[in-house]
């Protein structure tokens, strides 16, 4: 018989809402926060709680732990969505709160994806927050450096919530089965093996974690003796693909594609094919990653092998032409070439250091005997005098100066000895001998 969790229990809330902690001692995870001893914890313990910032990825108890700081030190607790409000919303929410105030209430206005909010928002809260109207919990799944006003960010303590582990998931979903909040009414049984899978699945995700519980558990079958059976099969249904953490316009974004990059300039094919395949699972463009690869081919191993950047090229054609999923192996293959290719990052560094001068010095004019002289006027000027065309020497070199005066021995192209950049150097060396004069 297959059983309907909701059977007996219309009003019944989702599992991870019965099973959400109320003291510090049921919350599971960020010991680094909240463990015996640690800031956090003898803050609210203390009552010495101010603003704060949490940032972490999605189910890790943001919303939990500001629950659980505002019981702890009597205070109201207001949440607030910044998807759905908007200034008109902050100010009435902060008039309650002075009121509040006036009386001997703390406010604890807890604001979730705080990133959302824009700039004029965000200032709404400052005088709130600089008076102590209000104690602000913003929660977000964004590096608040980047997301949150200078202003607003000074004022805040910012703690990083850290996605739970394997353990700290199987033990949450083996309390979600003894627990009479949870499914301790019912006879369930499921393995620790299964457990642990599911734990697995939700990539350090408690909400994710105790859904995909319930799930399961909804979908079991109920024998005789009301004992409900989770089974390896029904698992499987309600795990057919893994939920990666990846949003193509959020940090993580840029976290994989340097994870790809720092792999490949390590020359770690493993790892490079790993972060690259999961940018793939979490629906990344794979041109995104063919261009990314070819500006690698230049940055990271340039001249010690001017192959990679035509097979970096062809690689990108290659991802046009095909798409997923069959580009996937084009990617695998350009991925382990510059892993494995010898690097040298001369062409980039040449290329900055070329860029700081232009910015910090006066822009030079171009010396004469290099620039062209297409009129009388411009060649009576001294345009393109003492011009040494190097085809008319036998070395194919003259010594004719190029840089402007000021910059006249700059050196920026600084080979080397990497592949074949070794060559490149070894004649680079011999030029600017001959053109000093020097024997070798």
Not at 141 to 168: G, H, M, Q, W, Y
Request: proline share 4%; charged share 25%.
């Amino acid at each position: 018989m297959q059983i309907n969790l909701f059977d007996e229990r219309p009003q019944a809330a989702p599992l991870a809402s019965r099973l959400r902690p109320e003291t510090l001692d049921e919350y599971v995870g960020q010991q680094h926060l909240v463990g015996k001893g640690k800031l956090l914890r003898q803050l609210i313990e203390k009552d010495q709680v101010s603003s704060m910032i949490f940032w972490g990825p999605p189910g890790v108890g943001k919303t939990t732990l500001a629950r659980i700081i505002a019981k702890k030190t009597q205070a109201a607790f207001v949440e607030f969505s910044a998807v759905t409000s908007g200034i008109k919303e902050v100010r009435e929410v902060m008039n309650r709160a002075e009121e509040n105030r006036r009386m001997g209430i703390r406010t604890l206005l807890f604001t979730d994806e705080i990133h959302r909010f824009n700039k004029a928002q965000q200032d709404a809260f400052l005088p709130y927050v600089e008076k102590g109207s209000i104690i602000l919990v913003g929660a977000t799944t964004e590096n608040p450096s980047f997301e949150i006003n200078s202003a607003l960010l000074s004022r805040c303590k910012v703690f990083i919530l850290k996605a739970l582990d394997e353990n700290d998931l199987t033990k949450l979903l083996r309390h979600a089965i003894e627990s009479p909040k949870g499914l301790g009414d019912m006879h369930v049984q499921v393995e620790d093996d299964h457990l642990r899978a599911i734990a697995r699945f939700a990539n350090g995700d408690a909400r994710t974690a105790l859904n995909t519980l319930e799930m399961a558990v909804c979908n079991a079958e109920m024998d005789e003796n009301a004992v409900v059976h989770v089974t390896e099969q029904v698992l499987s249904e309600c795990m057919n693909r893994r939920s990666l953490l990846y949003d193509k316009q959020g940090e993580e974004h840029y976290n994989l594609i340097s994870a790809l990059h720092k792999s490949m300039r390590n020359s770690d094919p493993d790892a490079a094919v790993y972060w690259m395949m999961r940018m793939l699972d979490g629906g990344e463009e794979p041109l995104y990653i063919a261009r990314r690869l070819v500006r690698f081919a230049s940055e990271d191993v340039g001249m010690a092998d001017p192959a990679a950047l035509n097979l970096a090229i062809n690689v990108y054609n290659a991802c046009h032409y095909l798409g997923m999923p069959e580009c996937d192996v084009h990617l695998t293959h350009a991925v382990v070439y510059l892993s494995m290719a010898p690097k040298s990052n001369a062409l980039y560094v040449a290329c900055e250091n070329v860029k700081k001068d232009i910015k910090e010095l006066p822009a030079e004019p171009v010396p004469l005997q290099i620039r062209n002289a297409p009129t009388k006027l411009m060649a009576d000027a001294g345009y393109n005098k003492g011009y040494q065309y190097a085809h008319d020497t036998a070395e194919k070199l003259t010594k004719m100066q190029c840089l402007p005066d000021t910059l006249k021995d700059r050196r920026y192209y600084l080979p080397t000895e990497q592949g074949r950049e070794a060559r490149v150097k070894e004649r680079l060396d011999a030029i600017l001998t001959w053109k000093k004069g020097e024997v070798r």
